[in-house]
């Protein structure tokens, strides 16, 4: 089967919170308010050129985009120019990542709003994890409660949660602290399990405690990995463009011979990819 390629767009590495396991906070690209309306102008030109495959779908990520209210105006301004590059065909899909992280739900509510009646065509993740992810207690809370207000107000949204399998968040689900169908079932959404790119050693999960956890999470899920192989797995082209001095760079990761993307190898010492120990370790289940 072939799928469409997904033009991934990071737009700035601005962001109010700061991840241990964040490879951007490294060397981050820090903009300005007029740079960053500059840069949300840039994407739709470069959507609108012979750059961009029509049909394809879209990503749109940082950073953080939603984070500073001051850009509300402009990022209104750039998604309704989305939709109605939707509208004509030019792009299929909105792939939107945002971390909830922050008190003014503003600027994704005009998001949410704009995709009452079409939340089919849109892929909104955010992220959580047990480690690493937030500062302080408030900052979780904070989280919970805008992951709430979208259930409540945006019933029809698919939300998928990211969270990455670190060696604490592996330890947490085999000892019943975190209970994956639980949060699925209160929050209305979907987690979707990505493997720890190694940045830091002290969260590098060993193997069998990473698939340990996958396998408690389909005891606890049935079917669960039936989903979560295929769609972990999937072959598909990923061109991600990153900003820099004034232009976007192609910046794609390359593929292993075996067609995944070769950060996949990055999950463990070994050096073998994670897609493919996946299928090998759960053969018969995808």
């Avoid at 308010?33 to 102008?41: A, H, P, T």
């Avoid at 085999?174 to 699925?184: C, R, S, V």
């Avoid at 050693?201 to 990995?225: G, H, R, V």
Wanted: charged share 25%.
């Amino acid at each position: 089967m072939t799928y469409k390629s997904i033009y991934e767009f990071l737009l700035w590495d601005n962001c109010n919170n700061n991840c241990k396991f964040c490879f951007q906070r490294k060397n981050p690209r820090l903009f300005n308010q007029n740079q960053r309306k500059k840069i949300l102008d840039d994407t739709i030109s470069f959507i609108k050129s012979d750059k961009f495959e029509k049909g394809s779908h879209v990503l749109i990520c940082g950073g953080e985009i939603f984070d500073k209210s001051t850009d509300f105006p402009d990022l209104n301004a750039f998604f309704a120019k989305i939709d109605g590059l939707m509208a004509d065909g030019t792009i299929d899909l909105l792939y939107l990542n945002t971390n909830l992280i922050y008190e003014d739900v503003s600027g994704l509510g005009f998001v949410l709003d704009m995709m009452k009646g079409k939340f089919d065509r849109l892929r909104f993740t955010t992220s959580y994890d047990l480690y690493g992810r937030f500062r302080k207690k408030a900052d979780e809370s904070l989280f919970f409660m805008n992951l709430n207000w979208i259930k409540e107000q945006f019933p029809e949204c698919n939300i998928v949660v990211n969270t990455i399998l670190t060696k604490q968040t592996c330890e947490k689900i085999l000892d019943g602290t975190l209970n994956p169908k639980e949060f699925m079932e209160k929050y209305n959404c979907w987690i979707n399990f990505v493997p720890y790119i190694v940045y830091d050693e002290s969260m590098s999960a060993t193997k069998a405690e990473i698939f340990s956890a996958l396998a408690k999470i389909d005891s606890l899920c049935p079917n669960y990995l039936e989903y979560y192989i295929p769609n972990i797995t999937i072959e598909q082209e990923k061109k991600l463009y990153y900003y820099q001095n004034g232009e976007y760079i192609y910046c794609s990761c390359e593929l292993s011979e075996c067609g995944h993307a070769v950060n996949f190898k990055r999950y463990s010492k070994d050096g073998t990819c994670f897609c493919c120990d996946l299928k090998n370790i759960f053969a018969g289940r995808y």
